[in-house]
């Protein structure tokens, strides 16, 4: 089976949860971090976002999510959306269970409980942030995103501050939920194994433009030793610029 397809052949039948069309993004006179950036993702699609530093990635998560304004280019989101960045940023003043809260306006504690217990925290409900671990930290800011029911889930790097066998647990438990509730996703990642562990499809980003995409249409759960694994590991390293 082929399992690598052109950027001109990835295509969904499905009605896009996440369009962009003609976004572009640049930072004084500099060249465009964006450049006519068009991308959809479909409803229920995983999408792993890679390129190297300044490719773009995280200039396009921050105008997916609001906290960038878009100036040139359209957006369209569902409303229903959430972020997961890299750092927990929980405010330590707070109980694991108040931060999840904020979450979602009018969220009360039993809700909290709940999305605690779906990732695996329910035991940790009434600690401190302070008190957690790196994982645990991480699990607290995706039940804090969880809690708003998205439709549509961005994740920022969520793991690459986290030792690797808590990087693997944590990707298992992402894979899970997203299973159960078939939100779209976005996971920005420089690791392109967690790509191909996750993903339905790979877009590369280089220089504001989209370089490649790659779907990825290996049965779950995935296997690293598995040949079709390494071969499209090896697509997407070359895609990146990485000769083996």
Known sequence: MNYISSLAT???????????????RRFGNGSPVLDKLNLDIAQGEFVALLGRSGSGKSTLLRALSGLDPVREGQISCPQESAVVFQESRLLPWKKVWQN????KAGATRSDARQVLEEVGLGHRTDAWPLTLSGGEAQRAALARALIREPKFLMLDEPFAALDALTRL???NLVSALW????????????????????????????????????SISLPRPRRHYDPAFVHLRSALLKHLGVDE
């Open 10 to 24: 990835v295509a969904t039948d499905l009605q896009p949860a996440v369009s962009v069309r003609g976004l572009s």
């Open 100 to 103: 999840v809260m904020l979450g």
């Open 169 to 171: 647990h944590m990707q």
């Open 179 to 214: 299973q159960r509730h078939k939100s779209a996703v976005l996971l920005v990642t420089h690791d392109v194994d967690e790509a191909l562990l996750l993903a339905d499809r790979a877009v590369v980003l280089e220089k504001g433009h989209i370089r490649a995409e790659v």
